[in-house]
């Protein structure tokens, strides 16, 4: 009894950062009892994934923006125009895909640091400044595909990111036999860093959970990472998709939880005045955030160019509104200084398995966009009240 | 004997639990020139913001009569509806109208529900001249200067039939030419029959215009002064407001300064861009290895400008002058320029500019120097843990872990989280702009003992502080700032209270 105790403690204390989660819990749920079972098959939670990864991508950069009190939404034209001089390159220019793609990150985080200098150099608020951005690149992705239409691209490659799958070695009783390794490894490697952790906090007599509650945590968490591998494997394994979305997750998740770099910027969003007072570099950190939400606009082009295997006169239409819906699901603060990467990619998750699920429902369109917008007020409703208790 | 137009009898007011003004008597007669006088923090603005309705009767003791009748604001429209006026120190008034249309804000000239601009106008030009304001009515008021837009505030108070205008600090920030104006006006005012209060730190004027004075310490009134009867002088007035005991906890320090100069200034002034003036002024300062040395001064005198200045130039003054660190001539270009020579700087505002709220103890402390605990960009968790700890201990910071967010502290307890963010960059000068203030005796009492230990270290500390008392009890030296200037340099052994405030009040 103990033990449930201290879980209800646990989670009423820590209801902003589990709620996203339960969320999710709910959401998938439902769904996979109003479709009888439909909705968790490895083929609907591949294509789920699949569908979230070019927003995913952009509401993890757009958390950061939003964390230091910002806003960017020229991202969704950003990324149709820099995915539409992509297939440009890989069909009219004939460059290789390998040279490709770096060429676009870079185009992206050009486009980003100019938004970065507009906002922090000049001074103009991020949201007319990004707004401008937003017309010029919807115009100058008409300009490219003016002559050509939609542009089909041919190169195998390249149209794997968005929709071909990790090799599989060898084939186990049906089950791709990579993807289950690789599985295997994210578990373990989960184990191992909360050991580690557990072992630094009782190092320095900080108080850590019950050995229950730790015990209960790992095997719930790695019994979601094997099921999740297990369901994917038992389609096509994980995508090209999925494993860069998680690279992204990983690499900003260390990214702001372990660097200077990370903690400067939760400082900067935190208190601006504060940082610049303790010799942070708020112009600079302003540029980084930018910059790397460029280089993501272009990674969703990509993707999403990829997806669709062609580049069309519409891409990008709305993603930046889909981004920070997802940002504000996972969590973000728009006062600043709160909000994790970990939290965009869920809420990112949260977005995409209400689309996906009313789809397989059935559920008219008109009625999709109510919902989804709101699930989007009840999630900013949930983070004000949890913090006004506090 | 002429009728009181005003009587606040025996008001009390707390701010959760600590008393700002405990049974103050306050008279004013009819159609004289009133001025209220203390230190900061005696309580003046309190009492004004109790009278115009701004705390809400029901929130504080006492009563207040006006006009011969008991009153019970409820909002300030209740009190301008009576006729009572308050122009604050910072102006309310709308930089991007113009001079009419901010004139009558509020109290539009209207024609069945329509404005008439013309008419607008019309008794705009009026009230300009009641107020010996020549401008056009159509300039914008960001285009005046804030002599005038001060004219402009009060010409706003005089269309809504004021009987009592009070005025909080209103020559603060204007030069001799200015502030002579708009006394002459108040004196005008009065013959016209209109009561007016003034709350300054300027002994001068108050001598030249005030019929009476009342002064007040420490939320209580210690006496009202009458020109008629001779009373009112700078030495009774001074010798009034700070008449207060100074408590002796001062923790001891035996004597460590050296001649090595760290830190000088020469001429050096700033100027802020967005006030349009100087805010400080043709500074000449010096601060020597191992010494405290305290600036002393009112609110507003341009101390934190100073601060600020020095440190990195944090809000992108334009600087002229020279500033020597160590006996090398330094310019700096950012906050991290003046860290890397040495230099911190522990905010006034603990809360605004100092903290990260929302962040913990351990986060805060390593935010400065994160650099020191990193190595290749990545934080070394253990080391940061062990900084925060040991300066946990050796600072008393009390804390559950220092995993707490510091928005749940105490304010002793986040002063010293701020005051841990600084000794971890390990700087030679340490400048504190209000040490002490907002915290227990107790945390008081420990501040003071590690500021001494960090002088036996070796450091120089610059405290800034508007407690006369901590100013005494811990420098080895004073300056005394008002409006932007030095206006004076005593050594500890000179220094008393009142030789301060007679500086700080010039």
Redesign the interface.
């Known amino acids: 009894m103990n033990l449930f105790n201290e879980a209800k403690t646990l989670v009423s204390e820590n209801i902003r950062d589990y709620g996203m989660y339960i969320a999710l819990f709910v959401i998938i749920l439902t769904f996979s009892i109003m479709t009888d079972g439909l909705f968790m098959s490895s083929r609907n939670i591949s294509n789920l994934l699949d569908s979230a990864g070019y927003i995913a991508v952009l509401a993890v950069g757009m958390t950061l923006v939003i964390v230091i009190r910002h806003i960017d939404l020229s991202v969704g034209y950003a990324a149709g125009f820099l995915g539409a001089i992509a297939a440009i390159l890989l069909t009219q220019a004939g460059v290789s895909v390998f040279l490709t793609i770096p060429i676009i990150l870079i185009l992206g985080v050009m486009v980003g640091l100019l938004n970065g200098v507009l906002v922090a150099k000049i001074g103009i608020p991020s949201f007319v400044a990004t707004l401008a951005g937003m017309l010029i690149f919807r115009g100058a992705l008409l300009q490219v595909t003016e002559k050509t239409g939609t542009i089909i691209i041919q190169d195998d490659t390249f149209n794997a990111i968005g929709n071909g799958y990790i090799p599989s070695l060898l084939q186990v009783s049906g089950l791709h036999l990579l993807s289950i390794l690789v599985g295997i490894a994210g578990i373990l490697f989960y184990i191992y860093s909360e050991f580690s952790n557990r072992k630094?906090k009782i190092k320095?007599e900080?108080?850590v959970v019950s050995k229950g509650i730790f015990v209960l945590k790992l095997v719930f968490v790695s019994a979601i990472i094997a099921y999740i591998t297990w369901i994917l494997a038992g389609y096509n394994g994980f995508s090209w998709t999925v494993i860069i979305m998680l690279l992204v997750v990983i690499l900003y998740h260390f990214l702001t939880t372990?660097?200077?770099?990370g903690?400067?910027i939760?400082?900067v969003g935190?208190?601006p005045?504060?940082?610049?007072?303790?010799?942070?570099?708020v112009k600079k950190i302003t540029y980084i955030v930018f910059g790397s939400m460029g280089m993501l606009a272009a990674l969703s082009g990509i993707l999403f160019t990829a997806r669709l295997q062609s580049a069309t006169t519409t891409a990008g239409t709305l993603f930046e509104l889909d981004a920070i819906a997802a940002a504000y699901v996972g969590g973000v603060s728009s006062a600043g200084?709160?909000g994790k990467v970990t939290g965009a990619i869920i809420g990112a998750i949260v977005m995409a398995s209400l689309t996906n699920g009313m789809n397989l429902l059935g559920v008219g369109i008109s009625y999709q966009y109510m919902i989804r917008g709101g699930v989007l007020a009840g999630a900013v409703i949930f983070d004000v009240m949890t913090r006004k208790k506090r | 004997m002429a009728q009181n137009i005003l009587e606040m009898n025996s008001i009390s007011k707390s701010f959760t639990g600590v008393k700002a003004l405990s049974n103050v008597s306050f008279k004013v007669e009819k159609g004289e020139i009133h001025c209220l006088i203390g230190e900061n923090g005696a309580g003046k603005s309190t009492l004004m913001k109790v009278l115009s309705g701004v705390y809400p009767y029901g929130t504080y003791e006492g009563d207040i009569v006006f006009e011969g009748k008991v009153q019970q604001f409820h909002k300030i429209s209740d009190s301008v509806k009576e006729g009572i006026a308050i122009i604050y120190q910072e102006l309310a008034l709308f930089p991007d109208l113009t001079v009419y249309e901010n004139i009558f804000a509020g109290n539009e000239v209207k024609n069945g529900g329509v404005i008439d601009w013309n008419q607008t106008i019309v008794e705009a030009k009026k009230m300009l001249q009641k107020v010996n304001l020549q401008v056009n009515p159509e300039t914008l008021v960001k285009d005046l200067g804030v002599g005038k837009q001060q004219l402009v505030e009060i010409a706003k108070a005089l269309t809504k039939d004021v009987k009592l205008l009070i005025l909080d600090e209103p020559t603060a920030a204007l030069n001799e030419d200015d502030s002579e104006n708009l006394l002459n006006l108040l004196s005008e005012l009065k013959d016209q029959g209109i009561t007016s209060i003034m709350i300054s730190h300027k002994l001068k004027e108050v001598i030249s215009i005030a019929d009476k004075a009342t002064v007040l310490r420490d939320g209580e009134t210690v006496c009202t002064l009458d020109a008629m009867k001779g009373e009112i002088s700078e030495s009774v007035i001074i010798k009034n407001m700070v008449g207060r005991e100074i408590d002796d906890i001062y923790p001891k320090r035996p004597k460590h300064t050296s001649e090595e100069k760290i830190l000088e200034l020469h001429n050096w002034s700033a100027y802020d861009p967005q006030l349009g003036r100087n805010v400080v002024k043709n500074v000449n300062l010096h601060v020597k290895r191992g010494e405290i040395i305290g600036i002393a001064g009112l609110m507003g005198s341009g101390r934190t400008e100073l601060a600020l200045s020095v440190f990195g130039n944090a809000n992108s003054y334009k600087l002229q002058g020279d500033l020597m660190v160590n006996g090398e001539l330094k310019e700096f270009k950012h906050t991290s320029d003046a860290i890397q020579a040495g230099l911190a700087y522990v905010t006034e505002d603990r809360k605004g500019d100092g903290l990260f709220l929302l962040q913990d103890i351990k986060n805060n402390i390593s935010a400065a120097n994160l650099h020191h605990i990193a190595s290749g960009g990545v934080i070394n968790d253990n080391e940061e843990i062990k900084v925060a700890e040991s300066y946990k201990k050796s600072l008393y910071i009390k804390a559950s872990s220092i995993e707490q967010n510091v928005g749940k502290l105490s304010g002793g307890n986040q002063q010293k989280v701020s005051l841990a963010k600084w000794l971890f960059v390990g700087p030679k000068l340490l400048i504190l702009d209000e040490p002490t203030r907002g915290i227990d005796v107790g945390a008081k009492f420990e501040i003071y003992s590690v500021m001494n230990e960090l002088i036996e270290n070796g450091l120089s500390i610059i405290m800034i502080s508007s407690e006369l008392g901590e100013v005494l009890g811990m420098s080895d030296r004073v300056y005394v700032m008002a409006q932007g200037e030095i206006k004076g340099e005593l050594s500890i052994a000179e220094a008393d209270q009142e030789k301060i405030m007679e500086l700080a009040t010039q």
């Not at chain 1, 372990?258 to 770099?261: C, M």
């Not at chain 1, 005045?273 to 570099?281: P, V």
Request: aromatic letters at 12%.
């Open positions: 630094n320095y900080f108080e372990k660097t200077v770099l903690r400067h939760y400082a935190s208190n005045e504060a940082a610049h007072l303790s010799g942070m570099n200084g709160v």
